[in-house]
């Protein structure tokens, strides 16, 4: 497609629950990166992929949160046993090439993540 | 470390209104600055960006100048439009270890009255 893509759109998980979170990035973009967005707030790093390799993991906030792009395309964004503090907006986005600041990142939708 | 820091919102302007939306940075180095705005229900989409110091960004009627001296990047338009309603992102990204990383602000709600 024409943009990021992310599935599902909305998701209601019962405290404990497993999920998982799904970003089809353009095509052909090297860098991908998830970002959590609470409600009223700015979006925040969780982590950072380059092809396949996943470079920078600092923001995840806890071992429940996992991600993966074992092919360099598609990523997941998997939480565990998810906790109330966990509803969020999940934001995934792209961008062509890792090096230059000045490089434009592309965002999806976003997964909207209620956990109760 | 890098932050940015944005007015509170939320904005209420009557249409045809000038709009400001401050925003102040800090960060070492010499940073990419962007202004993303979310429309109700959509995502993140980018609006303007600027690269290095004194560049001034523009897109649909707004504008922002990389003013280093103040470390600033003001949002402006001259005339808002009831559809400029949305909520409005600073950001601004640095290459650090091969990549670059968006830090957000918090956002600034801009309401726009008929």
């Known amino acids: 497609g024409a943009g990021v893509s992310q599935s599902p759109r909305y998701k209601v998980a019962k405290r404990g629950q497993d999920v998982a979170l799904r970003c089809d990035p353009i095509?052909?973009?090297?860098?991908l990166f998830w970002y959590q967005q609470a409600l009223g707030q700015g979006p925040e790093f969780l982590t950072y992929?380059?092809?396949?390799?996943?470079?920078?993991k600092s923001g995840l906030p806890s071992d429940r949160f996992f991600a993966e792009r074992p092919e360099g395309s598609v990523s997941t964004l998997k939480i565990q046993r998810t906790q109330q503090e966990d509803s969020a907006v999940y934001l995934c986005?792209?961008?062509?090439?890792?090096?230059?600041?000045?490089?434009?990142?592309?965002f999806g939708e976003g997964s909207w993540l209620t956990v109760v | 470390g890098n932050s940015v820091t944005q007015m509170e919102g939320p904005v209420t302007l009557s249409e045809e209104a000038f709009l400001t939306i401050n925003c102040t940075y800090t960060?070492?180095?010499?940073?990419?600055l962007f202004w993303y705005v979310q429309y109700p229900g959509e995502g993140l989409q980018l609006l303007l960006k600027?690269?290095?110091?004194?560049d001034k960004g523009s897109n649909k009627g707004f504008e922002a100048t990389y003013r280093k001296e103040t470390t600033s990047f003001h949002l402006e338009k001259g005339s808002v439009q009831v559809s400029d309603s949305a909520v409005y992102f600073c950001?601004?990204?640095?290459?650090?270890?091969?990549?670059?990383?968006?830090?957000f602000g918090a956002g600034t709600r801009l309401a726009v009255h008929p």
């Open positions: 095509s052909g973009h090297v860098s």
């Open positions: 986005a792209s961008s062509p090439s890792p090096g230059q600041s000045g490089n434009t990142i592309y």
């Open positions: 992929f380059q092809n396949e390799a996943q470079l920078d």
């Open positions: 950001a601004l990204t640095r290459s650090s270890g091969g990549y670059n990383k968006l830090i």
């Open positions: 960060a070492t180095g010499y940073p990419s």
């Open positions: 600027a690269t290095k110091a004194d």
